[in-house]
């Protein structure tokens, strides 16, 4: 009977292995455990035995049964992770198709230009602050000491809106205003950069457009010289980049500023890019805000970001920063 019941239990276990779906799995079933099945009708013959033998073949009978039930049990999960796989796989969308057909966008090469001049400048312990891009003559003109008589007036070719008095609210010509609206709300010392968007009634050429951008760097401590100017355009100009380009300052002339320098930097054959002005603060725009020039003096200087990035890219046409052509943008 023992031999009996290993052969079925080893049969059971075989075959159960081999089951590919339910409807075989409840026929096994049926055959090993129902009530036709060995250790069925072997069990229905215990009373015949006497009671060792009962008790030595009832283990054998159940131990049997036990072992077929884990056999079924196993052979049903393992049908029925099958079954799972079976689901997910005619559910599976493959999503990265998708992926692979979207192009990903990048930033306009200005836009990369302005975030690398702010790393550049926060990295040299600047904060980086704003103004609007609408302004009032007092901030664009009067406070930097540019009254209304004054000839550089005319030479920001400004674009004025249709507002209160005439030529008293315009698009900023500069960035320099936000100086103004720094050194009104800000204890010195003060270290910022201004970057943002300048408006003048250019006609857009080559090397000019009407809506451009610029960044406006302001410094104000205590014992500041034209050396500390000098030296922090220098170290800009080596950041940006790179260590062997040079600069230098040329005598200028600016309202705000005084003295004042136009700033180059060196080109690779030898020759002087002018790239932007810069001074110490004019006396007279520290008291329009408060400051006291005797206590404090500072510099500042600003640039235009579209031909920094025409200059880094050697671009032939400033208007290709405009035009919109994913052609062009995405080489970048
Ligand atoms: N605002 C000047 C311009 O747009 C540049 C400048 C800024 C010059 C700061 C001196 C100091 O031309």
Redesign the pocket.
């Known amino acids: 009977m023992i031999e009996q019941l290993q052969n079925a239990v080893a049969e059971a276990e075989t075959r159960l292995t081999a089951v590919t779906d339910l409807d075989q799995l409840k026929a096994l079933d049926s055959e090993f455990l129902g009530k036709k099945s060995l250790v069925s009708s072997l069990k229905k013959q215990l009373g015949g035995l006497d009671p060792e033998e009962r008790k030595v073949a009832g283990r054998a009978i159940n131990d049997s049964r036990r072992r077929i039930e884990e056999a079924v049990a196993e052979a049903r999960s393992r049908l029925d992770a099958e079954a799972l796989a079976k689901r997910y796989e005619a559910e599976r969308l493959d999503l990265t198709e998708q992926l692979h057909r979207i192009e990903r966008g990048h930033y306009h090469l200005v836009t990369q230009a302005r975030d690398r001049l702010e790393d550049v400048f926060v990295g040299m312990g600047f904060h980086i602050a704003e103004g609007p891009e609408v302004e009032s003559a007092w901030y664009n003109f009067e406070a ?1 000491n540019i009254p209304e008589w004054h000839p550089a007036r005319g030479s ?1 070719d400004t674009i004025f809106v249709d507002l209160g008095e005439p030529e008293e609210v315009m698009l900023r ?4 205003p936000v ?1 103004i609206r720094t050194m009104e709300n800000q204890e010195p010392p003060i270290y910022i950069v201004a970057p943002g968007r ?1 408006f003048r009634t250019d006609t857009a050429d080559a090397t000019h457009l009407p809506a451009f951008n ?1 960044i ?3 410094v104000i401590d205590r014992g500041i010289t034209m050396g500390d100017l000098a030296g922090t355009i220098d170290s800009f100009v080596h950041a940006f980049f790179g260590g062997d380009v040079k600069s230098r300052l040329r005598p200028s002339y ?1 309202p ?2 005084e003295p ?1 320098a136009e700033f180059d930097i060196s080109r690779p054959d030898g020759s002087w890019l002018e790239l ?4 110490m ?1 004019h006396p007279n725009v520290l008291r329009n805000c408060g400051i006291d020039p005797d206590e404090w003096q500072g ?5 235009g970001i579209d031909r920094l990035a025409v200059m880094r890219y050697q671009l032939d046409d400033i208007r290709e920063l405009v035009n919109n052509d994913v052609r062009f943008l995405r080489q970048f």
């Open positions: 930097l920001f010509s500069h960035t320099s100086q300048t610029q406006e760097g302001l600016f705000f500023t004042s932007g002005g810069c001074g603060v510099f500042a200087f600003g640039f």
